[in-house]
């Protein structure tokens, strides 16, 4: 079980990293391509917009991404649970019955809280490291360095937006950690409760 200590400093540690990925996009950005001529952003490729909207549209998704961290690291409480097989516990943490059957998540829950933060969580985590992967490009097309086989990975995704890609896949993946965690986290508590007893 982490303390509200640890969880602050995942807080502090997940937010600094999505705002230094952001600034570190937007200034490689501006030293490679100044006239936004090799941006890959729709805003710029769809929609003509410049500086402006790419500065403003940064800002709020990292603003929002920052909100995200906190639900997730510091708002979010808990539900506690008496199920010590996963699947049940996870049928007790959304709707309020482990024995209920859900047929790949049809149903609705009866508890949002842990979606939300379970979302928030993964989402947080796979944002700057996908963003990484632009913030390399930039690198290389900066420093005008030709690495073949990245550059062809790239093209592979449409727009070349590998970080969309990325960050949702992760985000999926992370997802079944954050589960897991919150799992072994109430087994912690159920046996810190027996031990009490």
Request: glycine letters at 0%.
């Given at each position: 079980m982490y303390s509200r200590k640890t969880q602050k400093k995942y807080f502090i540690f997940?937010?600094?990293a999505n705002i230094i990925v952001a600034f570190l996009d937007l200034f490689l950005t501006y030293v490679g391509t100044p006239d936004l001529d090799l941006e890959g952003n729709p805003l710029i490729t769809v929609f003509g917009r410049g500086w402006s909207s790419l500065i403003i549209?940064?800002?709020v998704i990292t603003l929002g991404l920052v909100a995200m961290a906190y639900y997730a690291f510091l708002g979010y409480k808990p539900l506690e649970s008496k199920e010590t097989d996963?699947?049940?516990y996870i049928n007790d943490i959304t709707y309020g019955n482990p024995d209920i059957k859900s047929y790949a998540g049809i149903r609705w829950p009866k508890y949002w809280g842990p979606?939300?933060?379970c979302l928030c969580w993964a989402v947080t985590i796979a944002v700057p490291i996908a963003r990484m992967f632009i913030v390399a490009e930039w690198i290389f097309i900066d420093f005008r360095i030709y690495i073949p086989l990245y550059?062809?990975?790239?093209l592979l995704f449409p727009g070349a937006r590998v970080d969309f890609f990325i960050a949702v896949i992760l985000s999926w993946i992370l997802s079944f950690v954050w589960i897991k965690l919150e799992f072994n986290k109430n087994l912690?508590?159920?046996e810190s409760t027996d031990k009490n007893e």
């Open positions: 997940i937010s600094a549209i940064n800002i996963i699947k049940r979606q939300i933060a550059f062809n990975f790239v912690q508590r159920l």
